[in-house]
């Protein structure tokens, strides 16, 4: 059984004038982590066949790739869209669970398959 987690990092900035808190805003990053290491090489190779680019920063705890164009996709998109996609419709994956306090989401298949981009020979 495979793996696929998607993590949320939510960062909170707090704007203070003379000790008086005057702004709170987030940002919420997402990165993926598979149990089995050639399955992070086929999701990066997916999004740079779509003109993207998957770079999460560790130290910051933030994405700083760029979006795939994937035609489904055209106003509002998210990384957590494109892994969501990526993992049910290409990757062969199913839902599992939610990681509580829903910080992410938990994905498995079966060991034998493999993305469909990669069978197709795309």
């Known amino acids: 059984m495979i793996t696929a987690k998607i993590i949320r990092h939510r960062?909170?900035?707090?704007?203070?004038?003379?000790?008086d808190l005057k702004e709170v805003t987030e940002e919420t990053f997402f990165k993926i982590v598979f149990s089995d290491p050639a399955e992070m090489e086929l999701f990066k190779?997916?999004?740079?066949k779509h003109d993207g680019e998957y770079n999460y920063n560790?130290?910051?705890?933030?994405?700083?790739?760029?979006?795939?164009k994937v035609p489904m996709f055209h106003d509002e998109i998210c990384w957590?869209?494109?892994?969501?996609?990526?993992?049910?419709?290409v990757a062969g994956?199913?839902?599992?669970?939610?990681?509580?306090?829903?910080?992410?989401?938990?994905?498995?298949?079966?060991?034998v398959a493999k993305a469909k981009d990669e069978v197709a020979g795309e």
């Open 58 to 68: 560790k130290e910051l705890s933030k994405q700083e790739g760029k979006f795939p």
């Open 45 to 48: 190779a997916w999004i740079a």
């Open 93 to 111: 994956f199913s839902f599992h669970s939610v990681i509580e306090p829903y910080k992410g989401e938990v994905y498995v298949k079966d060991g």
């Open 11 to 19: 960062h909170k900035y707090h704007h203070y004038m003379n000790d």
């Open 80 to 89: 957590c869209d494109i892994m969501t996609y990526y993992l049910l419709h």
